[in-house]
């Protein structure tokens, strides 16, 4: 049995299915494609800084592996960073050893960042995030500033942990213990190919 559709009907159809499908709800915006740009590892570094009462002293990682992904409109969405714990040099190799055992590199080999929100302000970021060290997860939040130029994105920024909070004791010299804070930099360079 064959069923014949009013033409004038199959047309108000064929109107209504392209209206449905041209839809955007109301508000709605298209996203935006995003890129992932890795760090140069010949130029980025992180650094820590830690004071005893008898001198400070600061330990670099050039052995940084970060990752951010920004859009087309070139907002930063997310960023993701890890480096070896061995990789933080001194200048001062017992120090360094030292420093491996208290923070038990051996069992806990890496210090990790995770991004869940970056707001920019003109030039001024601030990331928040989590940081894992030594096995443990603490919410940090990251000052820093951004610079675009030479087909690159820069990031600078600082930010404090203190050591009891990821469970590490502190590390000693002539028996009196280093300050609890840690200083931390970040020196990111990323990359641009296209700014």
């Not at 298209?30 to 010949?42: G, I, N």
């Not at 469970?167 to 010299?173: A, D, G, M, Y």
């Amino acid at each position: 049995m064959k069923t014949f559709l009013n033409p004038r009907l199959t047309g108000w159809l064929l109107l209504v299915s392209a209206g449905l499908m041209a839809f955007h709800p109301p508000n709605s915006t298209p996203e935006l494609a995003k890129r992932k740009l890795m760090a140069d590892r010949t130029k980025s570094t992180i650094t820590y800084a830690m004071s005893h009462p008898m001198h400070s002293f600061e330990g670099v990682s050039r052995d940084v592996a970060c990752v951010m992904v920004v859009d087309d409109a070139n907002k930063i969405e997310s960023v993701a960073a890890a480096a070896k714990l061995s990789s933080f040099d001194s200048d001062n190799t017992n120090r360094d050893s030292h420093a491996l055992e208290t923070m038990e590199a051996l069992k806990y080999p890496k210090v990790t960042f995770t991004s869940n929100d970056i707001q920019q302000d003109g030039n001024n970021l601030t990331i928040k995030g989590n940081l894992t060290f030594h096995g443990v997860t603490k919410p940090v939040v990251i000052q820093a500033n951004r610079q675009d130029g030479n087909a690159q994105i820069t990031v600078k920024g600082d930010f404090d942990i203190k050591l009891s909070d990821y469970k590490i004791e502190r590390p000693s010299l002539m028996m009196v213990p280093v300050e609890e804070t840690v200083k931390l930099k970040i020196h990111m360079v990323f990359k641009d190919t296209a700014s």
